[in-house]
């Protein structure tokens, strides 16, 4: 079964409207969670990294006030895309490992986003 | 040129047949990931190698760290393998993070 829920799976809103993705680790503590971005038919592209507690990194062209990442605890981080504008309209994918050497990072199924 | 790079980039194949998706990495690893997306966008953690080989089902996924070079195997195919196969490597640095493959599109036909 899952060990990374992502919810919602799919949003559809107006433009300027601020969308929050939840990412839950279900069965193990994930010290580090990982934002990706998906364009069609392209690979994942690391928007930023978080670590429980602390502030995010965001990788380079990554506005950080335009995708606020909070990892307030073990098993939750979220993704607040603020005001969002048509261009941001893509597929988002979390993914979580846990602290313990060598485990392997686990995805979330992902959330299509769209803004009209 | 990408840190992964991955072959072929579009599969098509008979059921049945027996499919490999290279994958080639230039940066130092501490391991590497064989992911699997399918059309509704989930991706699942198929393998996580870093020597030798290993087998699951028809599955089967190879690693040669002196040449950087890694392999997946599908032994048997059929129509439900059909899906985005992803090569990403582990890096032992800046917090460990992955970097990806552009992936292979595999379509199995019946």
């Known amino acids: 079964g899952a060990v990374v829920s992502q919810h919602p799976s799919r949003v559809i809103c107006k433009s300027g409207t601020s969308v929050k993705i939840e990412c839950r680790s279900l069965?193990?503590?994930?010290?580090?969670m990982f934002w990706y971005r998906q364009f069609p038919k392209q690979s994942l592209m690391l928007m930023a990294t978080s670590n429980e507690g602390s502030k995010a990194t965001y990788e380079q062209g990554v506005e950080k006030d335009k995708f606020l990442i909070n990892h307030a605890s073990l098993t939750l981080s979220t993704l607040t895309v603020t005001s969002a504008h048509p261009e941001d309209s893509s597929f988002y994918i979390c993914?979580?490992?846990?602290?313990?050497?060598?485990?392997?990072?686990?995805f979330g199924d992902g959330t299509r986003l769209s803004i009209l | 040129k990408n840190e992964v790079e991955q072959s072929p980039q579009n599969l098509t194949a008979q059921e049945g047949e027996f499919i490999t998706i290279n994958c080639s990495y230039s940066v130092g690893i501490s391991a590497l990931h064989w992911l699997q997306q399918h059309p509704g966008g989930g991706i699942v953690s198929l393998f996580m190698?870093?020597?030798g080989k290993k087998k699951h089902g028809r599955l089967i996924a190879t690693i040669n760290i002196q040449e950087k070079h890694s392999s997946l195997h599908i032994t048997a195919s059929h129509p439900r393998d059909s899906a985005v196969y992803i090569c990403a490597v582990l890096t032992p640095y800046n917090n460990n993070d992955m970097r990806f493959g552009a992936g292979t599109r595999l379509t199995v036909k019946p």
């Open positions: 993914s979580a490992r846990a602290r313990t050497r060598n485990q392997p990072q686990h």
């Open positions: 069965d193990f503590q994930a010290t580090t």
């Open positions: 190698l870093s020597s």
